[in-house]
């Protein structure tokens, strides 16, 4: 159960913010399962009142159409907030300040694709319809909008990319 993994995950266990914005994500998530309007009605109304508190307590906003992967830890949250088409592989981490969102107001439905065990630093911001690849690195306030192969490190305002040695 994604429960007890995200919980084993989160460093700070019950305390953490981040996992307790986390599973208001998956509670609202949980209702697409259901096709009954009777079902997903309540638990929709629920889940926009839980995501609000978690916005206010937490500062972490996740729309709810995002479709993240096991494990994910919110390392540090505050001001992080992603996208409602978003995606996002297992095992990643993500640190306060981070925005994983669209680029374009003429184009709101873009947005990240991210791979398996990227490691996001505090105050990224990865926007628009870009590709990170699985093992990148997003360093502490790159502003990442283009493609990240995987592997590789993207660091900087725009962000450029550095691909490790092992990859050259």
Known sequence: MTFFEDLRAAREGVLSLGFWALQVYRFGHLRYRFQSKLVRYPLGALHIVLSKVAEMLCGVTIGVSAKIGRRLVIEHSGAIVVHGNAVLGDDCIIRQGVTI???????????PVIGQRVNIGAGAKILGAVHIGDDAEIGANAVVLKDVPAGAVAVGVPARIILRKSEL
């Open 101 to 111: 969102g669209n680029r374009y107001m003429d184009k709101p439905l873009d947005a």
